[in-house]
């Protein structure tokens, strides 16, 4: 999924363990050990007139009893060695090798955390411990890093990014990373046993809802969770199958729903803090992206067929335009004057389209799909296919300003922007490529720089 809406740190080599907590706590730290020796003597099983039969594991025979592995509970693969917290004082959280000078521009890059947002509330759950944490690739035919899902809290103080544990054929679990923006540390870290995370959303008031989907050899259900960010304790249960996206609002959680699903042309609005009542507005999109006007007037929907608007808190439709033959919307950006920027599907060689006054205008090079606004009112960025190239265009008539390519900024990295992150207390950009690497991008006078808050650990 594209979100045009869109900290962490390398740890190349991690080789320390940290057991995590248990479902909604926050991880906490433990102690090294000397590495065990692998127990490598083959355990006799008891027979007791049951059946036996021989499986084999590489050119061992080993006996296994059928009556026992069909009552083995599944465990989720533990996933632990990526991550590790240790003491602020550890000589090991300085994984810096840069100069004095540099070390300085990036101390600009971090601010005060202001008194009364999410971050702050946060800190004190790991007071005195530094986190880090890289995401885990995948050597298998996946060959990437299985982040699904991320968001960025309504102050901005908080990115929250998921990560999918577990085999690549399940059963799966959860991880939660808060990165405190302002710092650029992780803030804290919680363990979703049992859930297959794949879309997050935060409310204004810092709720978290997730999807999580079904797990049929856990025997888990569809359903959209409702956590308490603070605490990490889960205060709602709500069945919800084939679930696309989730978004939230000043008033509504708005979920769509899978293209293969009964509900594809179906978006579920949920009335927050009123009891989560249900509403359903049919669409003439499948599969649509969503995204709730800064008005907080409209829902706006758009896929392969038509632009729409739902009047809100009525949720009516008010309008909907037929956007141009084979065009596919994967992202939707509403600029500071009103009018839209809608992406394309990547990979399908299409220019993003700008709405306004009624009209579609291609621009640009073919796009891939990620948007973000710009500190400066009248730009936006725009992230182009070719070598993935960031180009900050003006919203009027698509000049551009400036671009760079990230992939050709040392330290290098590899992937195209999966998403862009502005933020009024930035003084730069920071981004999450599709190689799972996250990083931010500044200037020193003429020339792009870049720091790599982590990267996978392969």
């Avoid at 509330?121 to 995401?135: D, F, V």
């Avoid at 997050?200 to 997730?210: A, Q, R």
């Avoid at 709730?292 to 335009?321: C, H, M, V, W, Y």
Wanted: glycine share 6%.
């Amino acid at each position: 999924m594209k979100i045009s809406k869109s900290g962490l740190f390398i740890i190349p080599g991690l080789a320390l363990f940290l057991a995590l907590t248990g479902c909604g706590e926050a991880e906490s730290p433990k102690k090294e050990t000397a590495p065990e020796k692998k127990n490598t003597e083959i355990k006799k099983t008891i027979r007791k007139k049951t059946v036996i039969q021989d499986s084999e594991e590489g050119s061992l025979k080993v006996k296994v009893n059928i009556k026992e592995q069909k009552h083995k509970k599944p465990e989720v693969k533990d996933h632990s060695h990526n991550i590790i917290i240790t003491d602020k004082n550890d000589k090991r959280t300085d994984t810096s090798a840069v100069s004095k000078k540099e070390a300085a521009i990036r101390k600009t890059l971090r601010t005060q955390v202001p008194a009364k947002s999410l971050a702050a509330a946060l800190t004190p759950l790991h007071e005195g411990k530094t986190i880090r944490w890289s995401p885990q690739w995948q050597q298998d035919e996946i060959r990437g890093v299985r982040l699904p899902a991320f968001a960025l809290s309504h102050d901005k103080s908080i990115l929250l990014l998921i990560e999918t544990l577990g085999e690549k054929d399940g059963p799966y679990a959860s991880r939660l990373i808060f990165c405190n923006t302002h710092t650029w540390t992780i803030a804290a870290v919680r363990h979703l046993d049992r859930t297959d995370i794949r879309s997050v959303t935060f409310s204004p008031e810092n709720k978290l809802y997730l999807f999580s989907r079904k797990q049929d050899v856990l025997d888990t259900q569809d359903e959209i969770l409702e956590m308490d960010v603070i605490t990490g304790k889960i205060t709602g249960r709500q069945p919800e199958k084939d679930v696309k996206q989730l978004v939230c609002g000043k008033d509504f959680l708005a979920v769509t729903h899978l293209e293969n699903s009964p509900d594809a042309t179906v978006v579920s609005c949920y009335k927050l803090n009123d009891g989560m009542n249900k509403n359903r507005i049919e669409t003439k999109n499948t599969a649509p992206e969503i995204l709730f006007s800064e008005d907080n007037r409209n829902l706006i929907l758009a896929g392969e067929k038509e632009l729409e608007f739902f009047r809100l808190p009525a949720l009516k439709k008010e309008q909907g335009t037929a956007l141009p033959e084979n065009f596919r919307v994967s992202a939707l950006c509403q600029l500071r004057d009103g009018s839209l920027m809608l992406g394309p599907v990547l990979g399908s060689n299409r220019q993003a389209l700008h709405y306004r006054n009624g009209a579609f205008v291609p621009f640009g090079e073919n796009a891939e799909g990620v948007f973000a606004l710009s500190g400066e009112v009248e730009y936006i960025y725009s992230v182009m296919s070719s070598k993935g190239r960031v180009v900050l265009l003006h919203r009027d008539d698509h000049t551009e300003k400036e671009s760079f390519s990230p992939e050709e900024i040392r330290p290098y990295t590899r992937g195209n922007p999966r998403a862009l992150f502005v933020l009024p207390h930035l003084k730069g950009l920071s981004i999450l490529d599709d190689g799972g690497s996250f990083y931010l991008i500044y200037r020193v006078e003429k020339r792009f720089r870049k720091e790599i808050l982590f990267s996978p650990q392969k």
